[in-house]
C-alpha cells in the first residue's frame, strides 16, 4: 500500500474522495455520530450540502437528483434514529435502480454491540435493501469501500449502497487513499459482454407479424432511447412503457401507445392482448403489468435485461438476451428488417380512437385529468415533475405526455407516499434551470411536507400541485370498487390549510375549485422561477381508469365507458 | 427435488446473513446450511441444500450471483458429488439391547462416542439418504436428542 503520503482523518479522505469523484452536492441531517465527517464538509469548497428537514427527505432527494441527472446521488445521515430514517428511500431506490450513496455516522467501533447510545445495526438492517452494503473497520479500508460502492451503485443495474462510518473511524488517521485491490469481482460493475443468439432473437423479430415492444425503467437507466427509437420506427413496431419506462420513447411519437399495466391505456392493455410478439427491453414483468401466465400469452416473449435474475423471474420467455440495453439494441438493430406493418400500426390506431383515455367533463367542479391536459400543454416538454403515490400519480402518468427520458419522477417499485415533495427538490438542484412539478395529494404531501422549509431555505422554484379530494383517493377507490364503499380510514377530516402553510414557509400559493379559474392559476403556478403552491378542489369520487383488478389480466380490465354502462361512472 | 448449491464467498463477517438473508426474503426453503473455510482462508465455501423445482433453483443461483460476495455457485448433482453430514444421536439403553444396538452400530460403521447406564451417543457420518437410514434404525430404541451438522459436498474429480 503506498504509504508515502502524509496521513489524514478518514472524514477527511471521505470528503477527498466524494470531490475526487466529482460529487458536488449533498443532502443530509447532521448528527453526534457522523460529526467529524461534518466538520471536514463545513471546509470544503467544493460540496454544496443541504440541510434537509427529515433524513426521508434527503435521500429522496438524492433520487430525484440521481434521476434527473443521471449522476449517483448522495445522503449523509447519523447513526440509529437518522440512518434508520433512511431505509424507506433505500428500498425505494433498490426497487426502482436509483444509483445512491448513503454515508451514516455509526458509533464507535469499540462501542457497537452493546446497545450504545443511537446505535442501530444498519449494515444488518440494509442487508435486503442494499446492493452493497459496508461497515467501515478502519481509516485504511475507506478508500477500498468508497470505491467499491461508487461502482457498484452505478454499474450494471443501478441500485442503492450504504457505507456505515464508525466514528473513531472518521478520526483514526490513514493515509491509504486509493484501494491497490478492489474485493468485489467486476462482474458486479463491468459492462457485461452481449449474452445469447442475436440471429436467432432478430429471426423471432423478424417473423413477428404483430410486434409490441415494452419498455421498462431499464431502457432509462441504460441511456437506450435513441436506440429503441430507431428499432422501433425500422420495424414499425409499436411501444409501450410501463410506469417507470415513461420517457425512454417520445410518448406523442405516433407509435406509442402510452403506459400498460394496471392503469395502462385501453389500448396498450389491448395491444398486448392482440400482439403475437412481445420484446421487453429492461422491463421486469411486475406484477402490476403482468400476469403470470396469462401475460401476452398468445405471443412469442422476448427480453433483453442487465440482470440475469429477471429472465424468468416470473414470465417465462422464449427468447433472452442479457448484456447493457444500448449495447445490446446497437448490435441487435443491423439484424432486425425494415418493414412497413400498415395493418398492425393502422389497426393500433382504431384502437387509440375507439379506447381513449376517458372522463366525465360535463360540471364545472375540476376533474384532475382535465387540469392535467392542461398543465402538459403549457409547460409542454419543458417539466420534470415528480409524482407522489395515489389516484394523482396515475392520472399524471395517463395525461402528461415526455418526450425525453429523466424527466418523469415516480416511485413506482415501492410506491413510496412522501417521495415527490423531496425528489422535485433533488430534482430542481441538479436541473435549477428547468421547470419542476411536484404533482402529490393531499394525503401524500403530508408525508414529508417538512421540506417545505428546505424549499424555502435554499428558494428553490419547486412548483406544488396538490389535488385535493379529502380523501386518501386511490384506497377510496379500491375500497368503493371491492369493499363496497366502506371507507374505511381513508377520509380525511382535517386537512390543513396548505396556501396557508405554504405562506408560512414564505411560499406563495392559490386554492380553486371551479374550472373557469383552471387558466389563471395555472399562469400564476408556472410564470416565474419561484416556489409555489397550487390546491386544486377535486370531486372525492373521481376514479383512475382504465383498471386491472389487482391480480387480474389484461382481460379482466374496466374501462371508464363500462362503469358509464353500469350506472356508476 | 432437492439441490445441492456449493457457494464460494468472501469469507467476512455478515456474508453469512447476505446470503441466508436471501433465501428468507425469496421464501426459499433452505433444508441444511454448512460453511466452513477453504484452503485460502479469505475464502469460505457454503454448502446449501434447498428443495425446488429446476427453475427455482435457477433464480435462486442468479439471485446469490448478484451479491457482492458471493465469487460462485454451482449447483451439484447428487450423483456427481461426494456429500456428508455428520449426525449425533443419543438413544436409550437397557441392558437387554445394549448388544443389538453395538451390532447395528457395527454395520453402519458408526462409533460409539459416548455410553452411560442408560443412554448411548453414536457418531454417524454419511450421504443424506444413509443418515437418514441410520437414524430410521435407531427409531425404535428411543431417540433423545439429535444434532445434524448440514450437507457439505464435494463434486467428484476426473483424472
Ligand atoms: C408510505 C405509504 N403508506 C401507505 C400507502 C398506501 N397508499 C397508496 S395510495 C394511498 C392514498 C394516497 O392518497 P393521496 O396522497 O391523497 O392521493 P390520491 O390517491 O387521493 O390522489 C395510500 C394510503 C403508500 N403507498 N405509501
Redesign the pocket.
Known sequence: MPKTEAKISGARLMVELLEEYGVDIVFGYPGGAILPFYDELYKSTKIKHILVRHEQGAIHMAEGYARSTGKLGVCIATSGPGATNLVTGLTDAKLDSVPILAITGQVATNAIGTDAFQEADIYGITIPITKYNALIKSADEIARHFQEATLVALGGRPGPVLLDFPKDVQTELTSVRKADKLKIDPRHYQKPPIGGDLDSFAAALNKAKRPLLYVGGGAINANASKEIKELAEKGNIPVTTTLMGIGAFPGTHQLSVGMLGMHGTAYANKAVLECDYILNLGARFDDRVAKPGEFAENAVRAHIDIDTAEFNKRVSVDYLLHGDLKEVLKALIPKVNKVDRPDWVGFLDTLKKNHPLEFDDSTDTIKPQGFLQKLYEKSKGKAIVST??????MWAAQYYLFEEANRWLTSGGL????YGLPAAIGAKFGNPNKTVICV??????Q?NIQELATIAMYKKGVKILI?N?N?????RQWQELFYEERFSESEWNYNPDFVKLGEAYSIKGLRISNKSEIDNALEFFLEDDEARILEVMIPAEEKVFPMIPAGKSQKDMIEFSDTVRAGKK | MKHILKILVNNHPGVMSHVSGLFTRRSYNIDSIAVGVTQDPEISNMVIVVKGDDSVVEQVKRQLLKLPDVIEVEDLAYHDCISRELVLVVVKVEDSNRTEIISICEVFQAKIADLTKTTMTIEFSGNTRQVEHFLEMMQKYGIQEIARTGQIALKYRST
Open positions: 407522489d403515490v395515489g389516484q394523482h400519480q410506491g413510496t407516499m412522501g402529490s395529494g393531499d394525503g401524500s404531501i408525508m389535488f379530494n380523501f386518501l383517493g386511490m384506497v
